[in-house]
């Protein structure tokens, strides 16, 4: 079996992305640095697992067996369960209990299993329900917008909503973009200079 994987950008304001997909053989990804976190959904030999993916401050290996199939919904930068310790997250992950073909259980609600096709619609409910908040100091820093804050303050609201810091953030971001670059066959000393590393300190 080939795996097989599509993903889509989102409309929705609390959704970057989402992905679906099966594994084929041999399926042993390396998941680069990634700011955001995700709700992974896997099927795999009748069985239901759910899990919230904290965000990755360096590329981590996994593996999956053939046959597994899996939904993701990435969530922007800003938007978070307050419930939850995203900063405990980073680099790690935590499975929700209860899980079946339908439902999941998640803040004392059973909520219905999302698909690829209608995964704004699961989000709309998080939200009105309050399960999903957005913190508006992250959006509002992230859009370049002055605020009369500490940095501890703005430091102490990144770690809550995202488990990173605003510089962590703008790291992996920098790295991505240097990457992409270099990927369209622009020159290394080019893509230092565009991705803004010529500019940091040394």
Same mark, same amino acid.
């Given at each position: 079996?080939?795996?097989?994987?599509?993903?889509?950008?989102?409309?929705?304001?609390? *959704?970057?992305?989402? @992905? !679906?997909?099966? &594994?084929?053989? !041999?399926?042993?990804?390396?998941?680069?640095?990634? %700011?955001? /976190?995700?709700?992974?959904?896997?099927?795999?030999?009748? +069985? %239901?697992? *759910?899990?919230?993916?904290?965000? $990755?401050?360096?590329?981590?290996? +996994?593996?999956?067996?053939?046959?597994?199939? /899996? $939904?993701?919904? +990435? =969530?922007?930068?800003?938007?978070?369960?307050? =419930?939850?310790? *995203?900063?405990?997250?980073?680099?790690?992950? *935590? =499975?929700?209990?209860?899980? &079946? !073909?339908?439902?999941? /259980? $998640?803040?004392?609600?059973? @909520?219905?299993?999302?698909?690829?096709?209608?995964?704004?619609?699961?989000?709309?409910?998080?939200?009105?329900?309050?399960?999903?908040? &957005?913190?508006?100091?992250?959006?509002?820093?992230?859009?370049?917008?002055?605020?009369?804050?500490?940095?501890?303050?703005?430091?102490?609201?990144?770690?809550?909503? &995202?488990?990173?810091?605003? !510089?962590?953030?703008?790291?992996?971001?920098?790295?991505?973009?240097?990457?992409?670059?270099?990927?369209?066959?622009?020159?290394?000393?080019?893509?230092?200079?565009?991705?803004?590393?010529?500019?940091?300190?040394?």
């Amino acid at each position: 079996m080939e795996t097989f994987f599509e993903g889509r950008p989102s409309d929705s304001p609390y *959704i970057e992305m989402v @992905w !679906h997909g099966r &594994t084929g053989s !041999h399926y042993t990804p390396t998941c680069p640095a990634d %700011v955001n /976190w995700n709700l992974l959904f896997q099927r795999y030999n009748g +069985k %239901v697992k *759910i899990s919230v993916e904290g965000p $990755l401050s360096q590329a981590k290996y +996994k593996e999956l067996p053939e046959g597994v199939e /899996w $939904l993701v919904i +990435k =969530f922007r930068l800003g938007v978070f369960v307050p =419930f939850l310790n *995203i900063e405990n997250l980073t680099n790690g992950d *935590i =499975f929700l209990p209860d899980s &079946t !073909h339908q439902s999941f /259980w $998640l803040h004392s609600t059973t @909520w219905p299993m999302p698909d690829y096709e209608n995964a704004e619609t699961f989000v709309e409910r998080l939200v009105r329900d309050e399960t999903l908040i &957005t913190d508006p100091v992250v959006t509002a820093v992230l859009c370049d917008h002055p605020l009369d804050l500490s940095f501890r303050t703005v430091r102490r609201r990144f770690l809550r909503a &995202t488990g990173l810091t605003h !510089h962590t953030i703008q790291q992996i971001q920098r790295a991505h973009y240097a990457s992409t670059l270099l990927g369209q066959g622009v020159s290394i000393l080019d893509a230092v200079y565009e991705a803004g590393y010529a500019d940091q300190p040394h």
